[in-house]
Nanobody, 128 residues
Framework: QVQLEESGGGLVQAGDSLRVSCLAS????????MGWFRQAPGKEREFVAS????????YYADSVRGRFTISRDNAKNTVYIQMNSLKPEDTAVYYC?????????????????????WGQGTQVTVSS
């Protein structure tokens, strides 16, 4: 079992930056692939970004590529999503997700991959 706890959400203005963190416990963090998803009101949950267990491979949704950066610190059991140039349409609950997978295959790590463990989410609101 993996427990995930997000932190760092909040209210910001358009154009601002924000970093959201996710602390993982319960399994060796270095064996976990990690992902960020978000769900806006009235919309389905959507993929934002993912990172391999090694930290060497990352994937991004087209809507955030170039603005968001996913990273991880295996010594701190933490994955981050740095969000720059935020837009009102980035407003959503942001969820951290993980699964026990140490490989790099895009089908198991990319936007269509399934994740088994989920955090409770943290609200990010971007005002115009």
């Amino acid at each position: 079992q993996v427990q995930l706890e997000e932190s760092g959400g909040g209210l910001v203005q358009a154009g601002d930056s924000l970093r959201v963190s996710c602390l993982a416990s319960g399994r060796a963090f270095s064996t976990l692939a990690m992902g960020w998803f978000r769900q806006a009101p009235g919309k389905e949950r959507e993929f934002v970004a993912s990172i391999s267990a090694s930290g060497l491979i990352t994937y991004y949704a087209d809507s955030v590529r170039g603005r968001f950066t996913i990273s991880r610190d295996n010594a701190k059991n933490t994955v981050y999503i740095q969000m720059n140039s935020l837009k009102p349409e980035d407003t959503a609950v942001y969820y951290c997700a993980s699964k026990e997978y140490s490989g790099n295959h895009h089908l198991l790590l990319g936007p269509r991959a399934d994740y088994f463990y989920w955090g409770q989410g943290t609200q990010v609101t971007v005002s115009s």
